[in-house]
DNA sequence: GGCAAAACTTGCATAATGCAAGTGAAAAAG
DNA sequence: CTTTTTCACTTGCATTATGCAAGTTTTGCC
């Protein structure tokens, strides 16, 4: 019998909404696929497994799945084939930006005694 | 012999100042004790362990060692012993809060229709 | 049609999380 | 001062998620 997947089981740990964010973007692949969708616009499969993080494949297969379900990134060609058919953000997605933005410079304030070689940018 | 914890294995995934900010709060809870935090000033083990969301000890007190580590929360009585003594932000911690106000301000906006008991306040 | 490459799956090892019970020390009660 | 309770964790083990390496299945291109 096959394993439990991330984009079969979402429950709601509480009403909170905080919680109920975290319940979906509270880990540490998702706001990676967004944050690549930001800097880039689209971004193919490939193309995600290929940043430097080196996501495997079936957690990003299940990441780029739970966020489609969810309405926060689609597919450039909606109808056609996977292949070459990239991925992009919605309304929804994009409007993480802030919070992708409060991460990196709350990291660049506080993290960086912990680790040095970080850099400035995304 | 025993298992690994987040907080004995930091290591840093890339560079990227957001990848480095999800390598330490890019989880299900430790943004949740800086919610409480930021709610209630001061809480202590028994409290963190009450919220609605219904941590595991061994979780909680994993992710407490690790804030701590990390500088984002401290010990409202540094020397003294743990029964009572809450814990509380640092100004690291405290520079955390946007990153919760927009993650909080996202949900509503963009998850209601996946979780309509999820409610306005934190 | 044939081929190469892109987009996933699958199987299994490892690590993280969840759960229930236990432990130790300090505060409170007597 | 001694006993009891309570708080702050640990520990052991089951379950779930993640990581890794190897498939498999289209599909765009020649």
């Known amino acids: 019998m096959g394993t439990q997947s991330r984009s079969q089981s979402l429950d709601w740990r509480s009403v ?14 998702s706001l990676l696929i967004v944050r690549d969708l930001i800097a880039h616009g689209t971004r ?15 957690i990003l297969a299940d990441r780029l799945r739970l966020l489609s379900s969810l309405g926060i990134i689609e597919r450039t060609n909606p109808g056609a084939a996977a292949r070459n058919n990239a991925y992009r953000l919605t309304e929804s997605g994009a409007a993480l930006r802030p919070v992708l933005e409060d991460i990196g410079k709350w990291s660049q304030k506080y993290l960086r005694p912990f680790h040095a070689a970080m850099v400035d940018s995304v």
């Not at 909170?16 to 692949?29: E, F, R």
């Open 44 to 58: 193919t499969y490939s193309e995600f497994r290929d940043a430097a993080e080196h996501v495997s494949t079936n």
């Open 16 to 29: 909170c909404s905080i919680t109920t964010g975290l319940d979906v973007i509270g880990d540490k692949w």
